[in-house]
Protein backbone atom coordinates (compact mmCIF):
# COMPACT_ATOMS: atom_id res chain seq x y z
CA UNK A 1 0.00 0.00 0.00
CA UNK A 2 1.47 3.20 -1.21
CA UNK A 3 0.92 5.83 1.10
CA UNK A 4 -0.67 9.31 -1.05
CA UNK A 5 2.63 11.21 -1.14
CA UNK A 6 4.03 8.76 -2.51
CA UNK A 7 1.29 8.30 -5.50
CA UNK A 8 2.66 8.64 -9.04
CA UNK A 9 6.58 9.07 -7.91
CA UNK A 10 8.98 7.02 -9.90
CA UNK A 11 12.22 6.09 -8.94
CA UNK A 12 15.26 7.43 -10.80
CA UNK A 13 16.43 5.02 -13.37
CA UNK A 14 20.28 6.36 -12.33
CA UNK A 15 20.71 3.66 -9.92
CA UNK A 16 19.15 0.67 -12.18
CA UNK A 17 21.45 1.75 -15.35
CA UNK A 18 24.65 2.17 -12.93
CA UNK A 19 23.87 -1.42 -11.70
CA UNK A 20 23.15 -3.10 -14.78
CA UNK A 21 26.81 -1.42 -16.27
CA UNK A 22 28.25 -3.03 -13.35
CA UNK A 23 32.42 -2.71 -13.20
CA UNK A 24 33.07 -3.26 -16.45
CA UNK A 25 35.90 -0.85 -17.40
CA UNK A 26 34.86 -0.78 -20.96
CA UNK A 27 31.42 1.43 -20.35
CA UNK A 28 31.27 4.75 -20.54
CA UNK A 29 29.96 6.23 -17.30
CA UNK A 30 27.75 8.91 -18.10
CA UNK A 31 24.71 8.43 -16.15
CA UNK A 32 25.13 9.79 -12.62
CA UNK A 33 26.46 13.54 -11.92
CA UNK A 34 30.20 12.12 -10.59
CA UNK A 35 33.16 13.40 -11.84
CA UNK A 36 36.57 12.73 -12.19
CA UNK A 37 38.09 15.95 -11.39
CA UNK A 38 39.31 16.72 -7.98
CA UNK A 39 38.23 18.96 -5.58
CA UNK A 40 39.93 22.41 -5.10
CA UNK A 41 43.67 21.92 -3.33
CA UNK A 42 43.57 21.91 0.10
CA UNK A 43 39.84 20.50 1.01
CA UNK A 44 41.13 16.64 1.54
CA UNK A 45 43.75 17.88 4.05
CA UNK A 46 41.45 20.11 5.66
CA UNK A 47 38.48 17.68 5.88
CA UNK A 48 41.22 15.01 7.78
CA UNK A 49 41.93 17.54 10.13
CA UNK A 50 38.41 17.97 10.80
CA UNK A 51 38.19 14.48 11.65
CA UNK A 52 40.50 14.75 14.40
CA UNK A 53 38.73 18.24 15.68
CA UNK A 54 36.00 17.87 18.52
CA UNK A 55 34.46 20.73 17.44
CA UNK A 56 33.49 19.26 14.36
CA UNK A 57 31.62 16.01 16.08
CA UNK A 58 28.57 17.73 17.29
CA UNK A 59 25.52 18.63 16.82
CA UNK A 60 25.90 22.42 17.23
CA UNK A 61 25.42 24.74 15.82
CA UNK A 62 21.98 23.22 13.81
CA UNK A 63 22.31 25.78 11.23
CA UNK A 64 25.83 25.20 10.33
CA UNK A 65 29.21 26.41 11.51
CA UNK A 66 29.56 30.38 11.40
CA UNK A 67 32.28 30.55 9.83
CA UNK A 68 30.93 28.62 6.68
CA UNK A 69 27.68 30.77 6.93
CA UNK A 70 29.97 33.82 6.84
CA UNK A 71 31.89 32.44 3.96
CA UNK A 72 28.44 31.39 2.17
CA UNK A 73 27.33 34.92 3.00
CA UNK A 74 30.16 36.51 0.90
CA UNK A 75 29.85 33.72 -1.83
CA UNK A 76 26.12 34.56 -2.48
CA UNK A 77 26.70 38.09 -2.16
CA UNK A 78 29.52 38.41 -4.10
CA UNK A 79 26.92 37.05 -7.04
CA UNK A 80 23.89 38.50 -6.43
CA UNK A 81 24.92 42.15 -5.30
CA UNK A 82 22.88 41.53 -2.05
CA UNK A 83 23.93 41.37 1.24
CA UNK A 84 22.68 38.52 3.33
CA UNK A 85 23.34 38.35 7.09
CA UNK A 86 24.89 35.06 7.97
CA UNK A 87 23.75 34.90 11.56
CA UNK A 88 19.97 34.99 10.49
CA UNK A 89 19.78 34.18 6.83
CA UNK A 90 22.13 31.51 5.86
CA UNK A 91 21.12 27.87 6.55
CA UNK A 92 23.93 25.28 5.72
CA UNK A 93 22.56 22.08 4.88
CA UNK A 94 23.74 18.40 4.10
CA UNK A 95 23.73 18.99 0.95
CA UNK A 96 22.08 20.90 -1.97
CA UNK A 97 19.24 18.10 -2.01
CA UNK A 98 18.26 18.49 1.68
CA UNK A 99 17.93 22.29 0.57
CA UNK A 100 15.52 21.80 -1.77
CA UNK A 101 12.91 20.10 0.55
CA UNK A 102 13.42 22.06 3.72
CA UNK A 103 13.01 25.35 1.29
CA UNK A 104 9.81 23.94 -0.12
CA UNK A 105 8.02 22.83 3.06
CA UNK A 106 8.89 26.27 4.18
CA UNK A 107 7.06 28.02 1.17
CA UNK A 108 4.26 25.68 -0.01
CA UNK A 109 1.57 24.04 1.50
CA UNK A 110 -0.56 21.34 0.40
CA UNK A 111 -2.38 22.06 -3.17
CA UNK A 112 -0.08 24.82 -3.96
CA UNK A 113 1.59 25.18 -7.29
CA UNK A 114 5.74 24.87 -8.22
CA UNK A 115 6.45 26.30 -12.00
CA UNK A 116 9.21 24.68 -12.85
CA UNK A 117 10.78 24.05 -16.27
CA UNK A 118 10.75 20.94 -18.67
CA UNK A 119 12.63 19.17 -18.37
CA UNK A 120 14.26 19.39 -15.13
CA UNK A 121 15.93 17.53 -12.16
CA UNK A 122 13.28 14.90 -11.50
CA UNK A 123 14.58 15.24 -8.14
CA UNK A 124 13.67 18.70 -8.19
CA UNK A 125 9.76 17.90 -9.17
CA UNK A 126 9.23 14.76 -7.43
CA UNK A 127 10.52 16.92 -3.66
CA UNK A 128 7.67 19.61 -4.94
CA UNK A 129 5.34 16.32 -4.79
CA UNK A 130 6.80 15.36 -1.50
CA UNK A 131 6.45 18.51 -0.33
CA UNK A 132 2.03 17.94 -1.04
CA UNK A 133 2.61 20.80 -3.66
CA UNK A 134 1.83 20.35 -7.61
CA UNK A 135 4.48 20.78 -10.17
CA UNK A 136 3.34 23.00 -13.60
CA UNK A 137 6.12 22.17 -15.97
CA UNK A 138 6.97 24.88 -18.65
CA UNK A 139 8.74 23.33 -21.74
CA UNK A 140 11.99 24.34 -23.14
CA UNK A 141 12.02 24.46 -27.31
CA UNK A 142 15.39 24.33 -29.48
CA UNK A 143 15.61 27.72 -31.29
CA UNK A 144 18.36 28.17 -33.55
CA UNK A 145 20.51 24.88 -31.82
CA UNK A 146 19.42 26.69 -28.32
CA UNK A 147 17.36 25.53 -25.46
CA UNK A 148 14.97 28.71 -25.06
CA UNK A 149 11.88 28.93 -22.30
CA UNK A 150 8.81 29.18 -23.68
CA UNK A 151 7.52 32.99 -22.16
CA UNK A 152 4.06 32.35 -23.42
CA UNK A 153 4.12 29.15 -21.83
CA UNK A 154 5.62 31.05 -18.58
CA UNK A 155 3.03 33.26 -18.31
CA UNK A 156 0.10 30.78 -19.14
CA UNK A 157 1.17 28.70 -16.13
CA UNK A 158 0.49 31.12 -13.29
CA UNK A 159 -2.35 31.02 -11.52
CA UNK A 160 -4.22 32.04 -8.01
CA UNK A 161 -2.59 28.23 -7.18
CA UNK A 162 1.40 29.44 -7.88
CA UNK A 163 3.26 29.96 -5.01
CA UNK A 164 7.07 29.83 -6.39
CA UNK A 165 9.19 29.44 -9.28
CA UNK A 166 11.99 26.39 -9.03
CA UNK A 167 14.57 27.03 -11.57
CA UNK A 168 17.72 25.71 -12.49
CA UNK A 169 20.54 27.65 -14.36
CA UNK A 170 22.32 26.14 -16.18
CA UNK A 171 19.61 23.77 -16.12
CA UNK A 172 20.18 19.75 -15.42
CA UNK A 173 19.97 17.63 -17.20
CA UNK A 174 19.62 20.12 -20.49
CA UNK A 175 22.18 22.31 -19.95
CA UNK A 176 20.08 25.22 -20.58
CA UNK A 177 20.84 28.54 -19.38
CA UNK A 178 18.42 31.14 -18.55
CA UNK A 179 19.23 34.82 -20.51
CA UNK A 180 18.46 37.99 -19.42
CA UNK A 181 14.96 38.48 -21.35
CA UNK A 182 14.04 34.87 -19.18
CA UNK A 183 14.88 35.88 -15.79
CA UNK A 184 13.71 39.32 -16.53
CA UNK A 185 10.02 37.45 -17.43
CA UNK A 186 10.14 35.37 -14.27
CA UNK A 187 11.47 38.64 -12.27
CA UNK A 188 8.17 40.26 -13.70
CA UNK A 189 5.96 37.27 -12.64
CA UNK A 190 7.46 37.32 -9.07
CA UNK A 191 7.47 40.70 -8.33
CA UNK A 192 3.58 41.42 -9.71
CA UNK A 193 2.19 38.53 -7.80
CA UNK A 194 4.75 38.19 -5.01
CA UNK A 195 5.97 34.58 -5.71
CA UNK A 196 8.91 33.43 -4.28
CA UNK A 197 11.69 32.46 -6.39
CA UNK A 198 13.37 29.38 -5.66
CA UNK A 199 16.94 29.04 -7.69
CA UNK A 200 18.44 26.26 -7.89
CA UNK A 201 22.55 27.21 -8.05
CA UNK A 202 24.21 23.81 -8.26
CA UNK A 203 25.84 25.06 -11.18
CA UNK A 204 25.54 28.18 -11.84
CA UNK A 205 28.83 29.69 -12.69
CA UNK A 206 29.80 26.43 -15.53
CA UNK A 207 29.10 28.24 -17.62
CA UNK A 208 30.40 27.94 -21.44
CA UNK A 209 31.23 30.03 -24.61
CA UNK A 210 31.11 33.26 -22.93
CA UNK A 211 27.76 33.37 -21.98
CA UNK A 212 26.54 35.80 -19.43
CA UNK A 213 26.49 35.02 -15.56
CA UNK A 214 23.11 36.55 -13.94
CA UNK A 215 22.05 35.62 -10.54
CA UNK A 216 18.42 36.51 -10.62
CA UNK A 217 18.68 37.85 -7.00
CA UNK A 218 20.84 40.52 -8.38
CA UNK A 219 17.61 42.01 -10.39
CA UNK A 220 15.71 44.95 -9.25
CA UNK A 221 13.49 43.96 -6.80
CA UNK A 222 14.32 40.73 -6.88
CA UNK A 223 16.33 40.43 -3.46
CA UNK A 224 13.21 40.23 -1.06
CA UNK A 225 12.15 37.12 -3.61
CA UNK A 226 15.26 35.18 -4.47
CA UNK A 227 15.68 31.79 -2.08
CA UNK A 228 19.53 30.86 -3.56
CA UNK A 229 20.24 27.16 -2.86
CA UNK A 230 23.81 26.02 -3.28
CA UNK A 231 26.25 23.25 -2.52
CA UNK A 232 29.69 22.50 -3.19
CA UNK A 233 28.86 18.98 -4.81
CA UNK A 234 29.12 20.20 -8.60
CA UNK A 235 31.01 23.51 -8.70
CA UNK A 236 33.93 22.28 -6.01
CA UNK A 237 33.49 18.41 -7.23
CA UNK A 238 32.54 17.54 -3.57
CA UNK A 239 29.34 15.21 -3.96
CA UNK A 240 30.76 13.45 -0.84
CA UNK A 241 30.52 15.96 1.40
CA UNK A 242 27.23 16.62 1.55
CA UNK A 243 27.20 20.80 2.25
CA UNK A 244 24.46 22.49 0.80
CA UNK A 245 22.79 25.78 1.80
CA UNK A 246 20.19 28.05 1.46
CA UNK A 247 19.92 32.03 1.50
CA UNK A 248 17.50 33.96 1.64
CA UNK A 249 15.81 37.18 3.18
CA UNK A 250 15.22 36.74 7.26
CA UNK A 251 11.57 36.66 6.85
CA UNK A 252 11.57 33.13 5.12
CA UNK A 253 15.09 31.76 6.19
CA UNK A 254 13.19 31.64 10.13
CA UNK A 255 11.03 28.97 8.67
CA UNK A 256 13.33 27.57 6.45
CA UNK A 257 15.61 26.98 9.61
CA UNK A 258 12.71 25.05 11.59
CA UNK A 259 12.15 22.93 8.99
CA UNK A 260 15.77 21.73 8.17
CA UNK A 261 16.48 21.50 12.09
CA UNK A 262 13.46 19.19 11.71
CA UNK A 263 14.15 17.77 8.56
CA UNK A 264 17.93 16.61 9.76
CA UNK A 265 18.63 18.67 12.99
CA UNK A 266 22.07 19.31 11.82
CA UNK A 267 24.43 19.72 8.77
CA UNK A 268 27.68 17.25 8.88
CA UNK A 269 30.37 18.52 11.00
CA UNK A 270 33.44 16.88 10.10
CA UNK A 271 32.64 17.85 6.03
CA UNK A 272 31.91 21.73 6.65
CA UNK A 273 35.71 23.30 7.19
CA UNK A 274 36.80 21.22 3.81
CA UNK A 275 33.66 23.22 1.90
CA UNK A 276 35.38 26.53 3.59
CA UNK A 277 38.04 25.84 2.01
CA UNK A 278 36.54 25.22 -1.12
CA UNK A 279 34.59 28.36 -0.83
CA UNK A 280 37.30 31.04 -0.20
CA UNK A 281 39.86 28.37 -2.91
CA UNK A 282 41.48 30.01 -5.58
CA UNK A 283 39.71 31.36 -8.64
CA UNK A 284 42.31 30.08 -11.06
CA UNK A 285 41.18 26.68 -9.88
CA UNK A 286 37.78 27.27 -10.48
CA UNK A 287 38.34 28.57 -14.24
CA UNK A 288 40.71 25.27 -15.24
CA UNK A 289 38.01 23.14 -14.20
CA UNK A 290 35.02 24.77 -16.80
CA UNK A 291 37.27 25.26 -19.52
CA UNK A 292 38.20 21.17 -18.76
CA UNK A 293 34.61 20.09 -19.09
CA UNK A 294 33.76 22.82 -21.64
CA UNK A 295 36.62 20.97 -24.05
CA UNK A 296 34.89 17.49 -23.08
CA UNK A 297 31.47 18.92 -24.07
CA UNK A 298 33.07 20.55 -27.17
CA UNK A 299 34.26 16.80 -28.34
CA UNK A 300 31.23 15.44 -27.42
CA UNK A 301 29.63 17.93 -29.45
CA UNK A 302 31.91 17.23 -32.43
CA UNK A 303 31.39 13.26 -32.11
CA UNK A 304 27.65 13.94 -31.82
CA UNK A 305 27.43 15.84 -34.91
CA UNK A 306 24.99 15.34 -37.41
CA UNK A 307 23.36 13.71 -34.75
CA UNK A 308 19.73 14.93 -33.04
CA UNK A 309 21.51 16.99 -30.06
CA UNK A 310 20.91 20.72 -28.56
CA UNK A 311 24.34 22.08 -27.12
CA UNK A 312 24.60 22.54 -23.45
CA UNK A 313 25.34 26.03 -22.71
CA UNK A 314 26.53 24.91 -19.18
CA UNK A 315 26.67 22.09 -16.64
CA UNK A 316 27.42 18.87 -16.66
CA UNK A 317 25.27 17.16 -18.62
CA UNK A 318 23.01 17.17 -22.35
CA UNK A 319 20.41 15.32 -24.09
CA UNK A 320 20.51 13.45 -27.33
CA UNK A 321 17.12 13.54 -28.79
CA UNK A 322 16.41 9.62 -29.16
CA UNK A 323 12.94 10.58 -30.33
CA UNK A 324 14.00 11.31 -33.64
CA UNK A 325 15.64 8.48 -33.45
CA UNK A 326 12.90 6.32 -33.29
CA UNK A 327 13.31 5.43 -29.75
CA UNK A 328 11.58 5.56 -26.06
CA UNK A 329 14.10 7.00 -23.46
CA UNK A 330 14.06 3.21 -21.85
CA UNK A 331 14.41 1.18 -24.88
CA UNK A 332 17.15 3.33 -26.15
CA UNK A 333 19.11 3.14 -22.73
CA UNK A 334 19.12 -0.23 -22.69
CA UNK A 335 20.54 -0.44 -26.05
CA UNK A 336 23.34 2.22 -25.50
CA UNK A 337 24.49 -0.28 -22.66
CA UNK A 338 23.94 -3.55 -24.11
CA UNK A 339 25.54 -2.65 -27.65
CA UNK A 340 27.38 0.25 -27.02
CA UNK A 341 28.84 0.03 -23.34
CA UNK A 342 27.32 3.47 -23.03
CA UNK A 343 25.75 4.13 -19.50
CA UNK A 344 22.75 7.05 -20.12
CA UNK A 345 20.19 7.78 -18.15
CA UNK A 346 16.64 7.57 -19.53
CA UNK A 347 14.84 11.30 -19.19
CA UNK A 348 10.98 9.66 -18.64
CA UNK A 349 9.54 11.43 -15.89
CA UNK A 350 11.99 14.94 -15.90
CA UNK A 351 9.54 16.40 -17.96
CA UNK A 352 6.83 16.22 -19.85
CA UNK A 353 7.08 17.64 -23.46
CA UNK A 354 10.90 17.43 -23.36
CA UNK A 355 11.42 13.81 -21.41
CA UNK A 356 11.16 10.12 -22.57
CA UNK A 357 12.45 11.01 -25.98
CA UNK A 358 15.66 11.84 -24.88
CA UNK A 359 18.43 9.89 -22.77
CA UNK A 360 20.99 12.52 -20.69
CA UNK A 361 24.75 12.07 -21.43
CA UNK A 362 26.92 13.36 -18.17
CA UNK A 363 30.33 14.26 -19.51
CA UNK A 364 31.74 15.51 -16.57
CA UNK A 365 32.95 11.95 -15.11
CA UNK A 366 34.80 10.61 -18.56
CA UNK A 367 38.25 12.19 -20.04
CA UNK A 368 38.46 13.33 -23.29
CA UNK A 369 39.99 10.20 -24.90
CA UNK A 370 37.54 8.30 -23.60
CA UNK A 371 34.47 10.42 -25.12
CA UNK A 372 35.91 10.08 -28.38
CA UNK A 373 34.66 6.93 -30.72
CA UNK A 374 31.20 7.61 -28.39
CA UNK A 375 29.68 8.77 -32.16
CA UNK A 376 30.51 5.32 -33.57
CA UNK A 377 28.94 3.39 -30.62
CA UNK A 378 26.04 5.21 -30.56
CA UNK A 379 25.20 4.61 -34.06
CA UNK A 380 25.65 0.91 -33.75
CA UNK A 381 23.43 0.90 -30.92
CA UNK A 382 20.47 2.97 -32.06
CA UNK A 383 21.19 1.90 -35.93
CA UNK A 384 21.17 5.56 -36.82
CA UNK A 385 22.57 5.76 -40.31
CA UNK A 386 25.58 7.46 -39.95
CA UNK A 387 26.29 10.87 -42.39
CA UNK A 388 28.81 11.42 -44.36
CA UNK A 389 31.88 14.16 -43.41
Known sequence: MVVKRLEGIPGFSIDRVAKEAGDDPEVLRM????????????????????LKNDDCNSYLPFTGNRDLCRAVSSHVQKLSGRQYDSEKEVVITCGGTEAMLDTLLAVIDVGDEVI?????????????RLAGGKPVLVPF??????????????????SYKTKAFFIMSPSMPSGALLNRKEWQ??????????????????????????NE???????????????TLGSVSKEFRMIGWRVGWIVGPEEVMKSIALT??????????????????????????????VKELEKRRNVLLEELRELPVIPSAGGWSLLLNVGEM????????????????????????????????????????????????????????????????
Open 260 to 289: HIYNVVTPIGIAQPGAMTALTSDEDDFDGY
Open 31 to 50: ENLDTDILPPPGVVETTIAA
Open 326 to 389: GYDSFTASQLLLEKGKIAATPMRDWGKVNSDGFVRLVYSNEPIHRLKGIREKIVKSLHFPPMLD
Open 213 to 227: YIHPASLPGMGDYTI
Open 116 to 128: LTDPTYAGMINRV
Open 185 to 210: AIADICLAKKIWLIYDAAMERIIFDC
Open 141 to 158: YNINNEWRLDLHALKAAV
